[in-house]
C-alpha cells in the first residue's frame, strides 16, 4: 500500500513540475488565496486519484480537461468515487480557461461559497 501512495505522489509532484497551459493560467488565479482568499492546492492524491486542484476549506474539486475527456466514462466513476470521499468535482474543458477565465473564476466562487450547486451543464 505504501508503495502505491508514493508512486502516486511522485506522480502528483512531475504533474506540478510540468502544468498544461490552462492549469498554469488557472493555477496563477488560484494560489496564494488569490481568489477570495480560497486556500487552494494542485495534483493531490486523494484516494487512488490526483485531483488538479482542491479547496479542502469548500471540499471542491476542480478538473480542466482536454479533449480525451468528452464523455469519458473512466471520468464518471472518478467523480463518483471523489464524491463518495465527500467531496463536489467541477469540471472545465482547457478552452474555457483559455478563453475566459473570469467567468471560470466566477464560477468556481459560486461553488465555493454555496454548497448547494451541482455542475449540470457537463
Excluded at 18 to 33: H, S
Excluded at 60 to 69: M, N, P, R, W
Excluded at 78 to 92: A, P, T
Aim: proline content about 2%.
Amino acid at each position: 500500500m505504501s508503495k502505491n501512495i508514493d508512486r502516486l505522489r511522485g506522480f502528483a509532484r512531475d504533474m506540478r513540475r510540468a502544468p498544461t497551459e490552462a492549469e498554469q493560467r488557472l493555477w496563477g488565479a488560484l494560489r496564494n488565496r488569490r481568489l477570495d482568499k480560497l486556500k487552494f492546492r494542485r495534483q493531490v492524491p486523494i484516494g487512488s486519484y490526483i485531483a488538479d486542484f482542491v479547496c479542502m476549506e469548500a471540499k471542491l474539486i476542480v478538473e480542466l480537461d482536454g479533449s480525451q475527456h468528452a464523455e469519458s466514462a473512466r471520468d464518471v466513476t472518478r467523480d463518483s468515487k471523489l464524491e463518495e470521499y465527500g467531496f463536489r468535482v467541477l469540471r472545465f474543458w482547457n478552452d474555457d480557461v483559455m478563453r475566459d477565465l473570469d467567468s471560470t473564476c466566477a464560477t468556481i466562487l459560486a461553488f465555493a461559497r454555496d454548497v448547494s450547486l451541482r455542475q449540470d451543464w457537463r
